[in-house]
């Protein structure tokens, strides 16, 4: 049987500062969350609307992304993984991106 196909790409820009931290192994992990425009016209308005994606870079791909500064344009490749998680109102699903690769398209200076 075939296995049916996960993939994803994103182009954005990172709303702000990546969090890096390592795992009790030692494994590099950053976490980040991209803005991606979609521009469209509704009658004879132009419309505006803002998507965001939580992306997840693990290993040497993860270090090289906590170097990124908020306002940074990436184009993201990855899978979709979807997880459990707490929320206000009990259990619910939380999809992210994780990433197999990520190209740096301008980068904004960190301050």
Do not use: H, W
């Amino acid at each position: 049987m075939k296995t049916p196909k996960n993939l994803v790409v994103v182009e954005g820009r990172l709303t702000a500062k990546p969090e890096f931290k390592k795992t009790k192994c030692g494994k590099s992990t950053c976490v980040f969350t991209l803005s991606n425009n979609r521009y469209y016209f509704q009658g004879k308005s132009l419309i505006d609307e803002v998507s965001y994606f939580k992306v997840v870079a693990y290993g040497p791909l993860g270090d090289r992304c906590a170097t990124l500064a908020k306002g940074s344009l990436i184009l993201v490749s990855g899978t979709l993984k979807m997880k459990e998680v707490d929320s206000i109102a009990g259990r619910a699903n939380e999809v992210c991106i994780v990433a197999s690769n990520v190209k740096f398209i301008s980068q904004k200076k960190a301050s």
